[in-house]
T-cell receptor, first 116, second 108 residues
């Protein structure tokens, strides 16, 4: 099984350009997440989607938009890239744990984005 | 706001040493505490803890949760150079909240 697949793996943008990071999972998970990782700061949640058709802001949503296209796919869009958005982006998914005790997050391999 | 704190942030040891990594959390509607290992790419899952006082073990790694004091520890015994990585602690309530990680370097 592929698990969580992110594209692209690497991207260089100029300030002001836009782009969409794609994420797809084949584990039939309801919940999906986008994180960014910067040195010394762990993983910070940008947006998450608890189920198809719903999205919620995380800790650092400014400058980003998301779309939960269907149950499998959750995309992250940068409308006007800024150097502060240079980071490694991870998509993750998990089972719908509502009412259940807990679940594990499965991660994609990451996208290294540089904005110059 | 949910928060996860890890200490130390960085640790350098020699092969054969035993290390203890710390994680404390403040989480609304806490359900579990997770540990991940991150080398160069995506985090890989190590442990999930939901009950206090029950130790989870996998080879030389073990972890325990204290829900009363809101912390967890990850122990690694007889460290090897392959244990060098960033170890991430995460709480799960409404979603996953990660700490900053502990960067462990194991020298030969």
């Amino acid at each position: 099984n592929a698990g969580v697949t992110q594209t692209p793996k690497f991207q260089v943008l100029k300030t002001g350009q836009s782009m969409t990071l794609q994420c797809a999972q084949d584990m039939n998970h309801n919940s999906m997440y986008w994180y960014r990782q910067d040195p010394g700061m762990g993983l910070r949640l940008i947006y998450y989607s608890a189920s198809e058709g719903t999205t919620d802001k995380g800790e650092v949503p400014n400058g980003y938009n998301v779309s939960r296209l269907n149950k499998r796919e959750f995309s992250l869009r940068l409308e006007s890239a800024a150097p502060s958005q240079t980071s490694v982006y991870f998509c993750a998914s998990s089972e719908d744990a509502r009412g259940a005790q807990s679940t594990e997050a499965f991660f994609g391999q990451g996208t290294r984005l540089t904005v110059v | 706001e949910d928060k996860v704190v890890q200490s130390p942030l960085s640790l350098v040891v020699h092969e054969g040493d035993t290390v203890t990594l710390n994680c404390s959390y403040e989480v609304t509607n806490f359900r579990s505490l997770l540990w991940y290992k991150q080398e160069k790419k995506a985090p890989t899952f190590l442990f999930m803890l939901t009950s206090s006082g029950i130790e989870k073990k996998s080879g030389r790694l073990s972890s325990i949760l204290d829900k009363k004091e809101l912390f967890s520890i990850l122990n690694i015994t007889a460290t090897q150079t392959g244990d060098s990585a960033v170890y991430l602690c995460a709480s799960y309530g409404q979603n996953f909240v990660f700490g900053p990680g502990t960067r462990l370097s194991v020298l030969p």
